[in-house]
């Protein structure tokens, strides 16, 4: 037998644990001071004139006219060019005022959709925060609530969830049976009419919170809590987006109880799609269980590919996962991108970025179907105000 000569053993005291963790934290603060700028704050991207065209679905050369004609936000001259630049809020003052798209009528509540899928990677949270931004650019109130204690989705919202986030502004105090509904934690955020309720860590304290108070009260529809505390916030947000963690977790099952449509991202990778299979048997599973949950209808069920790679395999999936899931693939493919992973690389979506950051192609291989789905969803909230 070889000897291991001069190789011992190292062993990782709890003590040294603390070290690595204190020591990450350090370089994940100083890596996303340097990323998001200006500090500590993200800023929100600007539009052209052709982009206020587009977003209205107006002509470019009708821009001036149609700014006189309103009385719209007219831009700001760019320095040492004709160009204009329009703010977010400029942007959205457009589409609310020239766009043909649908908005909520007044007597309606707002929506809500969970995203959920219990792979991790899967593109949760950057389809979330990518439809809630594109959908405030379509007009809407949007909220999303992290449910996930990665804070991925606050973070990408522009808020550090272990520099910036205190648990009281986070679900727990509802979770805990402190305040009577969410309304406490909505926070606005850098991008004009989104806001967020941040997670942190903390959120883990919920998977024992939650059965804690099932156990301890007789009758407690522990399942129907977030539907609750959401309630009051439907007459207040057009759609209220929840992102959750890789799990089925009490707070993930909680999200899909709360929730009028899902969103389910799906990459077409054999292991992927078995792992859908197994979430869709287990929720339904449980659901079995769950007195009156039964009757809950939802909207809308969807999958959506994301991270599709043009290849042979995943085109095959692909035919499975058709059979499978059926009307519920509503066909939009998000392909897998490296204008994804630059954006994610500097805690952005796509819709940070006023302008490619690298290849234009690329960019709108990303951006097109983010663009589709929104619309997707917005079609869906649309027809759910009608009934
Ligand atoms: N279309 C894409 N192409 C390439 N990479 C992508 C794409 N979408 C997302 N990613 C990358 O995949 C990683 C996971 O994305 P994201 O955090 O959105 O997934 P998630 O399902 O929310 O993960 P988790 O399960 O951990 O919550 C990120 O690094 C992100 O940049
Ligand atoms: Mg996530």
Avoid at 117 to 130: D, E, F, L, M, Q
Avoid at 226 to 253: E, M
Avoid at 373 to 381: C, H, I, P, R, T
């Amino acid at each position: 037998m070889m000897e291991n000569q001069g190789v011992s053993l190292s062993q990782v005291s709890m003590h040294d644990l603390d070290d690595l963790a204190s020591t990450a934290a350090d370089v994940l603060a100083q890596v996303r001071d340097a990323m998001v700028e200006p500090h500590p704050r993200k800023v929100a991207p600007t539009f052209s004139s052709a982009a206020i065209a587009d977003l209205c679905g107006v002509d470019k050369t009708q821009v001036k006219y149609l700014a006189q004609k309103h009385n719209l936000p007219n831009g700001q001259k760019i320095e040492g060019s004709k160009a204009k630049e329009y703010s977010l809020e400029d942007a959205i003052a457009w589409v609310m005022t020239i766009g043909k798209r649908p908005s909520r009528p007044e007597d309606k509540s707002g929506k809500v959709i969970s995203v959920c899928n219990y792979k991790g990677g899967v593109a949760k949270t950057s389809t979330t925060v990518a439809i809630a931004q594109a959908l405030t650019l379509r007009g809407l109130k949007v909220l999303v609530i992290d449910c996930d204690g990665q804070g991925t989705a606050t973070q990408l919202i522009g808020i550090s969830p272990e520099q910036d986030v205190e648990i009281e502004q986070t679900i727990m105090p509802y979770i805990h049976g402190d305040e009577p509904d969410l309304r406490y934690a909505v926070q606005s955020s850098y991008w004009h009419n989104l806001s967020v309720i941040p997670a942190s860590s903390g959120l883990l304290a919920a998977e024992f919170a939650i059965p804690a108070k099932a156990m301890s009260q007789r009758g407690f529809r522990f399942w129907e809590m977030l539907k609750t505390g959401i309630a009051p916030l439907r007459k207040d947000f057009d759609l209220i987006l929840i992102d959750t963690s890789p799990s089925l977790s009490h707070l993930t099952v909680n999200a899909m109880i709360a929730a009028d449509g899902l969103l389910m991202p799906c990459p077409p990778d054999a292991l992927d799609f078995a792992s859908s299979v197994q979430f869709w048997g287990i929720f339904s599973e449980l659901v079995d269980g769950l007195p009156d949950a039964k009757e809950k209808r939802y909207d809308f069920i969807s999958i959506i590919y994301t991270k599709v790679q043009a290849n042979e395999i995943s085109r095959l999936v692909k035919t499975w996962m058709k059979q499978a899931y059926g009307t519920h693939i509503n066909g939009i493919e998000i392909p897998d991108s490296t204008a994804a992973r630059t954006a994610s690389a500097q805690l952005k979506t796509i819709y940070d970025l006023s302008k490619p950051d690298g290849s234009a192609e690329a960019y709108r291989r990303y951006k097109d179907p983010l663009d589709r789905l929104a619309d997707y969803v917005l079609d869906q909230l649309a027809l759910g105000w009608r009934q």
